[in-house]
Nanobody, 115 residues
Framework: QVQVVESGGGLVQPGGSLRLSCAAS????????MAWYRQGSGVQRELVAF???????NYADSVKGRFTISRGNAGNTVLLQMNSLKPEDTAVYYC?????????WGQGTQVTVSS
């Protein structure tokens, strides 16, 4: 069983920055890819960014140039650096971990962008 825990959400003003962190633990932990999704109020969950185990990345068009996904040094963590935040970035952000045996989700962390 794999556990996934996110942290780093909060309230920030438009134009500000936040960094989200996600840590995976448990077994088996052969991670193929890690991703961040988000779900705003009344909308479907959408992919924000993902990173593979060989550091290939991809981003939603809405966040390109503003968000950066990266893997932590330990290999079982994934970070999302969010800059130039906009009110439309307000959502619950979820971490997804893909391992050989399945896909695991965290419980989400709230990001609110408001003045």
């Amino acid at each position: 069983q794999v556990q996934v825990v996110e942290s780093g959400g909060g309230l920030v003003q438009p134009g500000g920055s936040l960094r989200l962190s996600c840590a995976a633990s448990g077994s088996p932990l052969e991670i193929n890819a890690m991703a961040w999704y988000r779900q705003g109020s009344g909308v479907q969950r959408e992919l924000v960014a993902f990173i593979t185990n060989n550091d290939r990345t991809n981003y939603a068009d809405s966040v390109k140039g503003r968000f950066t996904i990266s893997r932590g040094n330990a290999g079982n963590t994934v970070l999302l650096q969010m800059n130039s935040l906009k009110p439309e970035d307000t959502a619950v952000y979820y971490c997804q971990i893909i391992v050989l045996t399945g896909v695991y989700w965290g419980q989400g962390t709230q990001v609110t962008v408001s003045s």
